[in-house]
């Protein structure tokens, strides 16, 4: 009978292995689908929410992206129907637009549009796209993939994948919601909760409560992997903006070698 017991409990971790390997494989030929993409138009909406304690925060960001490799890309942001901020970038050129004060910063456009680059998208979009074109065995190697049923996102029907991970005092639990019909992502959904480091605790620190941080992230897609028109990306000032430059370092004067007393 133990030997029975030891074979089912055998199959059971394989099973258990073998659909975490599916689960981790279906995401990763997802993001391998946003890697290979050359272009995407779509507009997405971020909810913030904070908790520690009885301290309670939500923010809600809405944007729209238009993106086309290498380094092309619009985005626009907004909260409570305010403009936030635009940024273009039509593949010479990367500008940073504030309508509201109508200034704008004119730079050089980086080569391309990945790795550090993408932060020049700022923290919304930007944080987006790496996790679209993340590569699972790079960012992902302690990490647990589990399929998590389906779900209907805005009229559609997706397949739910949860990436689950804990280190140190910190965890965090990511849903990724994938359409059924054409493999794109519709939601992502991510809690993290940090606890206090119980080494070194002072008595003033061990009642502080776990910080805990959700993210959902709505996605609707215009086009996908289509030409776009470059016009599309171009800035074109208003006629009452200002360029503001950013203030140039200051070169070190040169020391002047000291003089021997001449005779």
Same mark, same amino acid.
């Given at each position: 009978m133990r030997v029975v017991w030891a074979v089912v409990a055998g199959l059971a971790v394989t099973l258990t292995g073998t659909a975490q390997q599916n689960a981790k494989a279906f995401l990763d030929k997802v993001l391998q689908k946003y890697r290979n993409a050359n272009s995407w138009e779509l507009s997405a909406d971020f909810t913030l929410e904070t908790t520690m304690g009885a301290n309670q925060s939500r +923010? &809600?960001? $809405?944007? %729209?992206?238009?993106? +086309?490799?290498p380094n092309m890309a619009v985005i626009k942001m907004r909260s409570a129907g305010m403009p936030l901020g635009e940024f273009y970038c039509d593949g010479k050129h990367a500008y940073q637009y504030n309508p509201t004060t109508k200034q704008y910063l004119k730079? =050089?456009? =980086?080569?391309?549009?990945? $790795?550090?680059?993408?932060?020049?998208? @700022?923290?919304?979009? @930007?944080?987006?796209?790496?996790?679209l074109e993340q590569d699972l065995d790079k960012t992902a190697q302690n990490a647990k993939f589990e399929f998590r049923g389906t779900q209907t996102i805005a009229g559609k029907p997706t397949r *739910?994948? $949860? *990436?689950? $991970?804990?280190?140190g005092n910190r965890s965090s639990k990511t849903? #990724?919601? &994938? @359409? *059924? !019909?054409?493999?794109? &992502?519709?939601?992502?959904?991510q809690t993290e909760v940090v606890r206090p480091a119980q080494q070194g605790v002072s008595d003033s620190q061990a009642n502080i409560p776990p910080?805990?941080?959700?993210?959902? #992230?709505?996605?609707?897609? &215009?086009s996908f992997n289509k030409r776009i028109p470059v016009?599309?990306? !171009?800035? %074109? =000032?208003?006629k009452d903006a200002k360029e503001i430059k950013l203030p140039q370092p200051t070169r070190p004067t040169p020391a002047v070698p000291p003089q021997g007393n001449r005779q």
């Open positions: +923010q &809600v960001i $809405e944007g %729209t992206m238009l993106f +086309q490799r730079q =050089p456009a =980086p080569a391309d549009l990945k $790795e550090a680059n993408i932060l020049i998208l @700022g923290p919304w979009f @930007g944080q987006l796209l790496m996790a *739910v994948v $949860e *990436v689950s $991970e804990t280190k849903r #990724v919601y &994938v @359409g *059924v !019909r054409d493999s794109l &992502v519709y939601r992502i959904e910080r805990t941080t959700k993210i959902v #992230v709505n996605l609707r897609y &215009v016009a599309r990306f !171009r800035f %074109t =000032p208003p």
